[in-house]
């Protein structure tokens, strides 16, 4: 793999006793890509399982995350929280350095946020902003995260709908590049 999983654990491990040294009251929790690996740090402070389930590849994909998500919760006894989720992406990741098949490089929250409220699982965005992805499969070819533009309007009106669970959401919708 790209990574040095132990490594990887070890430095988060350490970073954790470090920040749980300081917390004070304050929950603490780590950023887990699956939710399996938060396994590796209830045992050092943290109190909110986590994962980035980004791109889903089918609604049955979101069924087996959110039965894996009840099972951890329920055996560890702490709540999770979604931090990152962008669309369902039936085609590449686009991790291995292939470009997202057809408008996979878009936004398309409304494929699973009917779904997140009705799993009444916690969520939230790591970036509201509508920005580039951070991975450059070539320097043209980004895909696009988020939600909003600078200025309020927001990329898709359908996403911001289904996020807010409000059919008759009004807001400018505009579905430029961002100016980065």
Not at 83 to 108: F, H, M, N, S, V
Not at 133 to 146: D, F, M, P, Q, V
Request: charged share 20%; glycine share 8%; proline share 6%.
């Amino acid at each position: 793999g790209l990574y040095d999983v132990a490594a990887e654990v070890g430095f988060a491990t350490a970073m954790l006793k470090h920040a749980v040294d300081r917390k004070g009251t304050r929950p603490l929790t780590i950023g887990c890509f699956k939710l399996h690996q938060n396994r590796h740090f209830v045992d050092h402070g943290s109190v909110i399982l986590q994962a980035h389930p980004n791109f889903l590849p089918s609604v049955e994909a979101f069924h087996q995350f959110n039965e894996e998500r009840l099972a951890l919760e329920s055996a560890l006894g702490l709540p999770c929280w979604v931090t990152e989720w962008q669309r369902i992406r039936k085609g590449t990741l686009g991790w291995e350095g292939k470009y997202p098949d057809g408008d996979e490089w878009q936004p398309w929250h409304a494929s699973l946020a009917p779904l997140y409220h009705q799993a009444r699982l916690g969520n939230f965005f790591w970036s509201l902003m509508l920005r580039p992805s951070y991975l450059k499969i070539h320097e043209s070819l980004r895909w696009l995260n988020g939600v909003f533009h600078e200025d309020g309007a927001v990329y898709s009106l359908e996403d911001a709908r289904a996020i807010a669970a409000d059919p008759r959401l009004q807001l400018a919708e505009r579905r430029d590049w961002p100016a980065w």
